[in-house]
């Protein structure tokens, strides 16, 4: 048995992977390797059929491992690609704003994880490098298309593991699509219109975030802000179409009983139905928003179901042969779907994203195989050591001495015989009392003990959470409806009918008693905490079956009621709601407080959880059916994978005698029984379970709304002077230095057969001068030359073109070895090339210049009315009649709290205090350029004091604490007080504002107390 590892997180979810566990021949080791793991994928080939107990495929592993050349050498190039600059060639310029956008921390809650940001870039790389640079990759994905999609244009799939991002990767992809669509019309390797599937209906709702106008989107979201604020007015351009793949089904067109059909000529003879849509008419109705669009992009959420089969050898019975025909059945209607549309109004792409990207049972590829066309791989093995999910914590020994693995590991061979068969097909006695196998019995009661220390945990902190926080959550996945039933009487309760006709129905009590619905022997809990679900009944157009509403309807009465109680207040009629809705609500809001599943402990389900459900909260699995490929292991667990927590620490790892420190999150931990994972070993149970951190609810408070704070959104900075001419005077500080130091000019790779190039900025090196004062003029005329109501000042151009030619000469612009002006084009580069003439312009110009702002396009004033998120770090509540805000989130242990308690005791000092911020989500930032690059500033407070104006003229003063000193905060700190705040000011429209540095504090509130005697300079 391989050595346990203590230390599961190595590495940093914000950076690319520097170092991972070695693999042995006996699995995952603990020596840690220096280095990214290489992406490889594990070929199961099963073994021979059992007889007797269980019937189970089993599956080696053995050494059946096999790298993912592909992938691998895309990473090569990608990374290659992203240590350049995004050179060689570049980008378009949406492109690069939104890359640039993506790795600047300062706007968002949230920092995107590395793994997320190489998804897009390879898929950015796919489009705008490889064509030209790289074209024999292209070449091979469109090979494996042809072998594979063969009705299908190019179509490539991100590999990413549960848990770690991927819808928000679905907006990336979107965002970047749309915008150079949008900016470029007649660029043809983009389009502005998509079409997002999904394999359910719970899954399609959620993914509702994809949308510009929904409330919640990422793109403007203040935890994600995936669009920069002058491009989400473009986005909103875009047209998006989400929807389950069961769409893709031709429907009735008209309501007709069979005999009328068979009179007016139902379909013989293989004629199309009159009454049945043709392929054509599906298009149209799933299209029917996207009138006159062509060539759409297509993404595909758990891609894994969209495939063509082919005619499979492999022989199955009973619930086996079962999936493979579901499967095969889903994957045919999903990808004839696809090629439907292509016909009618073309695909541009097909972006492909999934935890487990494989061929399923009954594909006839062999279940387990990779797709051809995954172009970029994030594991789950990946994903545990960056700390990005949670670790599963599977049994590792015990004392049963059966077979070679655990019992509790690997369950299914010791039950699966004593088990009912076949689904819902089996009879069963309605008085039979739920009798399950003896180690099946054992394992969930080993399972729910454990439950239960993680329960008594929450249980205390829920008590301090005002019942915000929800209970952990206890999963069983079934092999079929008749074993989910069963587990679930037993676990929840069940109904004894009674023996004579008059009498009522007599209720049995769970044996779990956590989990147990039943009050006594004549009623049900009014909420109830375990649930029976079924994915088909639920996730599917069709209406659900009178069998399992039957096995529901205790439930489906008991929500009802609750929605009753509830009334209308969150939106949902119980009068008009279906049972199958009903169901799915409470699915979708497990683990969430206040919410109709917010209360949940068990999910007791089969055919289900195998994706897309996202509940934080999981804490237990146990999996009670066949296994057999590593596939659906890692898809059944994946369920439980999702983290509570986001908040870092600092991280220290010693390897080979050093000491690395790297920023992550901390371990959570998700304990899996029978479910044969081969996957790391990690101490079961032997650590007590740690609930996550307590949540708060940061908020503007409606009766705090005259505590209201009303501050300008800026993109920039401008001047205005009375003379229409432009002129320039150059100074030494006017130059510029191109040196192979800030970025290669020839740079050789390799790929991993051995191949090695040569890579040259050719196309750079051959610009003209004239092209290159072009380009540099514009972007100067775009940046800073309009009026006040927005129009550019064309005239101003000339001059532009000819003091730019001027300041192109070896004196102001110095070319070190390998250089050439052309490199003045690379973004960054021409972006400090524009603000050194522009600076020089500024300084020559006669007449008194007047500093402006410029002003966000869509949403010049922002506001602390829309405050409203969640955060686990430290918190400060505020005084009720100072801050429209209910805490001060804490980045420190102490020199936020301390900053508020000075602020909020200024009035024992003589200084008056209207109202006060904490600049936390408020989208207030002061823009500043950092290296060429345009960067957010995120200043501290905002405080609303008086300074001898009085209060219809209060000051607004912008407080940032310091800590240590670093070059990036001189340059902030000066961009606030030499440009923010004059060119404020000048405005006039947002009142007064000042800016001032506290490096101290303890020492604020003298300071503010000078401020408001003396002013500010």
């Known amino acids: 048995m391989p050595k346990p590892i203590k230390q599961i997180i190595i590495n940093s979810p914000f950076d690319e992977p520097k170092r991972h566990f070695h693999f042995d021949d006996e699995g995952i080791t603990s020596e840690i390797r220096t280095s990214r793991r290489v992406s490889t994928y594990r070929l199961p080939i099963p073994g021979t059929k059992k007889k007797g107990k269980a019937k189970q495929e089993e599956f080696d592993m053995g050494d059946l491992e096999q790298a993912n050349e592909l992938v691998n050498e895309l990473r090569a190039h990608v990374n290659q690609w992203r240590k350049q600059d995004y050179t060689n060639p570049g980008p378009t310029r949406i492109t690069r704003k939104l890359l640039e956008h993506w790795y600047d921390t300062d706007t968002r809650m949230y920092r995107f994880f590395f793994c997320q940001l190489e998804a897009i870039e390879t898929?950015?790389?796919?489009?705008?490098?490889?064509?030209?640079?790289q074209p024999s990759i292209i070449t091979r994905i469109r090979e494996a298309n042809k072998g594979h999609n063969p009705d299908l244009p190019f179509r490539i799939a991100l590999k990413m593991a549960t848990g770690s991002g991927k819808t928000v990767v679905m907006a990336m992809l979107i965002a970047w699509q749309a915008l150079n669509k949008i900016q470029y019309p007649t660029d043809t390797r983009f389009s502005d219109t998509f079409l997002v599937v999904a394999p359910g209906i719970t899954i399609r709702d959620r993914l509702r975030v994809l949308l510009p106008n929904d409330p919640?989107?990422?793109?403007?979201?203040?935890?994600?802000?995936?669009?920069?604020?002058?491009?989400?007015?473009?986005?909103?351009?875009?047209?998006?179409?989400?929807?389950?793949?069961?769409?893709?089904?031709?429907?009735?067109?008209?309501?007709?009983?069979e005999a009328k059909r068979t009179m007016l000529g139902k379909a013989r003879d293989?004629?199309?139905?009159?009454?049945?849509?043709?392929?054509?008419?599906?298009?149209?109705?799933?299209?029917k928003d996207m009138p006159g669009k062509k060539n759409i992009v297509v993404i595909n959420d758990e891609a894994h179901h969209c495939y063509l089969p082919k005619p499979d050898e492999e022989k199955l019975?009973?619930?086996?042969?079962?999936?493979?025909?579901?499967?095969?059945?889903?994957?045919?209607?999903?990808?004839?779907?696809?090629?439907?549309?292509?016909?009618?109004?073309?695909?541009?792409?097909?972006?492909?994203?999934?935890?487990?990207?494989?061929?399923?049972?009954?594909?006839?590829?062999?279940?387990?195989?990779?797709?051809?066309?995954?172009?970029?791989?994030?594991?789950?093995?990946?994903?545990?050591?960056?700390?990005?999910?949670?670790?599963?914590?599977?049994?590792?020994?015990?004392?049963?001495?059966?077979?070679?693995?655990?019992?509790?590991?690997k369950l299914w061979p010791h039950i699966g015989d004593e088990l009912p068969k076949y689904?819902?097909?089996?009879?069963?006695?309605?008085?039979?009392?739920?009798?399950?196998?003896?180690?099946?019995?054992?394992?969930?009661?080993?399972?729910?003990?454990?439950?239960?220390?993680?329960?008594?945990?929450?249980?205390?902190?829920?008590?301090?959470?005002?019942?915000?926080?929800?209970?952990?959550?206890?999963?069983?996945?079934?092999?079929?409806?008749?074993?989910?039933?069963?587990?679930?009487?037993?676990?929840?309760?069940?109904?004894?009918?009674?023996?004579?006709?008059?009498?009522?129905?007599?209720?049995?009590?769970?044996?779990?008693?956590?989990?147990?619905?039943?009050?006594n022997s004549e009623t049900w809990r009014d909420r109830p905490y375990t649930i029976l679900v079924d994915s088909e009944q639920l996730e599917s157009d069709d209406a659900m079956s009178t069998e399992f509403k039957k096995v529901s309807a205790a439930e489906i009465e008991q929500f009802k009621r609750e929605l009753r109680t509830r009334g209308s207040s969150n939106g949902v009629d119980p009068e008009k709601i279906t049972d199958k809705d009903l169901l799915r609500e409470v699915m979708n809001t497990v683990g969430k407080p206040g919410r109709l599943g917010g209360h949940i402990r068990c999910v007791v389900s089969v055919s289900m959880l195998t994706e897309g459900w996202d509940a934080s909260t999981v804490s237990h699995i146990l999996g009670v059916r066949a296994f057999g490929t590593q596939l659906l292991c890692e898809q059944v667990v994946g369920r439980g994978l999702r983290r509570t927590s986001y908040e870092t620490t600092k991280h220290q790892l010693e390897i080979n005698g050093k000491t690395v420190e790297f920023e992550a999150f901390q371990p959570e931990f998700s304990e899996i029984y029978g479910v044969p994972f081969d996957f790391m070993q990690t101490p079961g149970g032997r650590t007590s379970p740690q609930p996550p951190p307590e949540k708060y609810h940061v908020r503007a408070l409606?009766?705090?709304?005259?505590?209201?704070?009303?501050?300008?959104?800026?993109?920039?900075?401008?001047?205005?002077?009375?003379?229409?001419?432009?002129?320039?005077?150059?100074?030494?500080?006017?130059?510029?230095?191109?040196?192979?130091?800030?970025?290669?000019?020839?740079t050789e790779v390799s790929s991993i057969l051995g191949e090695s190039k040569k890579h040259t900025l050719e196309d750079l090196k051959n610009k003209r001068p004239q092209e290159v004062a072009f380009h540099i003029a514009r972007y100067i005329l775009e940046r800073y030359y309009f009026t006040e109501d927005g129009d550019k000042r064309p005239w101003f151009f000339p001059d532009l073109i000819g003091i730019v030619k001027e300041w192109l000469s070896p004196k102001y612009v110095i070319r070190k070895d390998d250089t050439y002006l052309g490199l003045l084009l690379i973004i960054e580069k021409a972006q400090e090339a524009a603000e050194k003439v522009y600076q020089a312009i500024v300084a020559t110009q006669d007449g008194e210049k007047r500093l402006l702002p410029i002003f966000h396009p869509f949403s010049p004033e922002g506001s602390t009315r829309y405050v409203h998120f969640d955060t686990a770090k430290s918190v400060y509540a505020t005084r009720?009649?100072?801050?429209?805000?209910?805490?001060?989130?804490?980045?420190?242990?102490?020199?936020?709290?301390?900053?508020?308690?000075?602020?909020e005791s200024l009035d024992e000092n003589g200084v008056k205090v209207y109202r006060y911020v904490k600049n936390e989500q408020l989208g207030f930032n002061i823009p500043y350029s950092m290296h060429g690059r345009e960067r957010q500033y995120r200043a501290d407070f905002i405080v609303v004091l008086e300074d001898g104006h009085g209060p219809n003229d209060p000051l607004h003063l912008i407080v940032e604490i310091s800590g240590a000193a670093r070059k990036d905060k001189e340059i902030k700190v000066s961009t606030a007080t030499n440009l923010w705040i004059p060119a404020v000011n000048n405005d006039g429209s947002f009142g007064r504002w000042a800016f001032v540095e506290v490096k101290d504090p303890w020492d604020l509130s003298r300071m503010l107390h000078q401020i408001c005697s003396i002013g500010v300079k």
């Open 123 to 133: 898929a950015i790389y796919l489009t705008e490098v490889a064509p030209k640079h």
């Open 317 to 409: 019975t009973g619930d086996e042969r079962k999936e493979a025909e579901q499967n095969r059945k889903r994957a045919s209607l999903w990808i004839n779907g696809l090629t439907e549309i292509r016909k009618k109004v073309g695909i541009k792409a097909v972006y492909d994203l999934s935890a487990t990207p494989f061929f399923l049972k009954g594909s006839g590829y062999g279940e387990g195989r990779l797709f051809p066309w995954v172009v970029s791989d994030f594991s789950l093995v990946d994903a545990v050591e960056c700390g990005v999910v949670k670790v599963p914590r599977l049994p590792v020994a015990d004392n049963s001495m059966l077979g070679d693995m655990p019992m509790y590991r």
């Open 423 to 519: 689904g819902r097909g089996t009879k069963k006695r309605e008085t039979e009392i739920p009798h399950l196998p003896e180690k099946l019995e054992a394992a969930l009661i080993s399972l729910y003990q454990d439950y239960k220390r993680y329960f008594d945990l929450w249980e205390k902190r829920a008590v301090d959470s005002n019942g915000e926080l929800p209970p952990p959550v206890f999963i069983v996945v079934c092999q079929n409806t008749n074993i989910s039933k069963l587990v679930y009487d037993y676990i929840a309760g069940w109904e004894r009918p009674p023996k004579n006709k008059d009498e009522q129905p007599i209720l049995v009590p769970g044996k779990l008693d956590l989990f147990n619905n039943v009050l």
């Open 880 to 903: 009720a009649d100072l801050c429209h805000v209910n805490y001060v989130v804490a980045d420190t242990d102490v020199w936020e709290q301390a900053a508020a308690h000075a602020i």
């Open 702 to 746: 409606p009766d705090r709304i005259n505590l209201e704070i009303q501050f300008p959104r800026l993109i920039g900075y401008r001047y205005e002077w009375p003379r229409e001419r432009l002129r320039a005077t150059f100074s030494e500080e006017s130059q510029i230095v191109l040196s192979p130091q800030d970025f290669a000019t020839v």
């Open 270 to 287: 293989g004629k199309d139905d009159p009454f049945i849509e043709s392929p054509a008419e599906m298009v149209t109705r799933i299209l």
């Open 216 to 257: 919640d989107n990422y793109y403007s979201h203040p935890a994600w802000k995936l669009v920069p604020d002058d491009l989400l007015e473009m986005l909103s351009q875009a047209k998006i179409k989400i929807i389950n793949y069961h769409q893709f089904q031709c429907k009735t067109k008209e309501t007709v009983n």
